[in-house]
């Protein structure tokens, strides 16, 4: 999957959490998930299981704890896919 792929799922699974979807609209992978799009923390784990879930992937807690922007979500999300590509 690529990153336009992977950036485009993961807008539609941080939409469902943001109460201002007008901050989506200008959102790029330098926005900040909590900061910029209100987020708050309880919610950005609920996003890290459904990008678990959207992707067939474990986000282990070093790599939760790293995803502050939709960019990093995109670089945790294209590792771990890549990773399990390379295992099947």
Partial sequence: ???KA??????SIIEEFVKDTDLLAGASSKTNIIKD???NSARLVDIIIKIEDAFN???D???????KTI???VAVVRRKTTAVGAQA
């Avoid at 992977?6 to 807008?11: A, C, P, R, S, V």
């Avoid at 807690?61 to 995803?67: F, G, K, M, R, V």
């Fill in 71 to 73: 960019g990093d979500a």
């Fill in 37 to 39: 799009l209100k987020v």
């Fill in 1 to 3: 999957m690529n990153e």
């Fill in 6 to 11: 992977i950036y485009n799922e993961l807008i």
């Fill in 57 to 59: 992937i474990e986000i």
């Fill in 61 to 67: 807690d070093d790599d939760a704890d790293s995803i």
